[in-house]
Structure formats: C-alpha cells, structure tokens
C-alpha cells in the first residue's frame, strides 16, 4: 500500500467530519475494505476514528436545528453501535483485525431489525468474500 493510500485511509473520517458530509462518511466507514485496511494499520485508531465522528456529529446536532433536520439519526445510531462493538473486541481486533467483520455481525444481529441501515450493513459485512474462497461467513 502507497503512503498515498495510507494517509487517505487515516485521515478520511476527519475530513468528511469536518465537512459535514455525513452520509459519505458512513459509506466509508461501512466499507468492508476501509474496516479492513484502518483496523489493520491500528485497531485501536479505527475506534477512535468512529468515536471521533460520534462526538463532531453529537457537537453539531446541539448547535444547528437545521442539522437535525436534514441528517438521519439513523446513521449516527449505527456508527455509534459499530464503535462500541469494536471497542469491546479491540483485543481480539488487536490480535487479529481481519475479525471486524465476524465481530460487528455478532455484536449488530440484535440491532439488525432497527433499521433498514443496520440491515444494510449487516447483509454488506455478510456478503463481503473475504479471504476465503467460500467467503468468511461460510456460504
């Protein structure tokens, strides 16, 4: 990987949190790939970047009515849940990142009928192939 691609991969959700751009922001972080390649580069950093879009979102909402308006509370409630999930795991992330997507599975399932979002999420981290032939969820 380019340091190119590197410094994208880590500076992503801080850009697009600075600019507002919240439904763009949980295309990333719902990208299986973007898990992948954050969690691999530091576990601990990819939970830190969903908690730092949590607080700039949470930051926002209380200083423009208009804001609550016109974004889904839906998506923070999803990115929210998917730091939690991580945070408890981030041992096992720690040991192995590519588990991020078993993980959020396992910890999302009992949200998955809250939401078409959080169903869109689960049949995405369900479908990604993974580095199996069979795909990692066994198909």
Request: glycine share 6%.
């Amino acid at each position: 990987m380019s340091s190119r691609s590197e410094f994208c991969i880590l500076q992503v959700v801080y850009h697009l949190c600075s600019a507002e751009m919240w439904q763009e922001l949980f295309e990333v972080v719902g990208d299986v790939k973007w898990l992948l390649a954050r969690a691999q580069m530091d576990p601990l950093g990819l939970v830190l970047d969903l908690e730092h879009a949590i607080k700039q979102k949470s930051e926002l909402a209380f200083s423009s009515a208009q804001l609550v308006i016109t974004t889904n509370p839906q998506l923070h409630r999803i990115v929210k849940l998917m730091a939690q999930a991580l945070r408890m795991d981030l041992q096992e992330l720690q040991h192995d990142y590519r588990s991020v997507p078993s993980q959020l599975v396992g910890r999302l399932l009992a949200h998955e009928s809250e939401s078409a979002e959080v169903q869109g999420l689960l049949t995405k981290l369900r479908e990604w192939e993974g580095p199996m032939p069979q795909g990692w969820w066994g198909k």
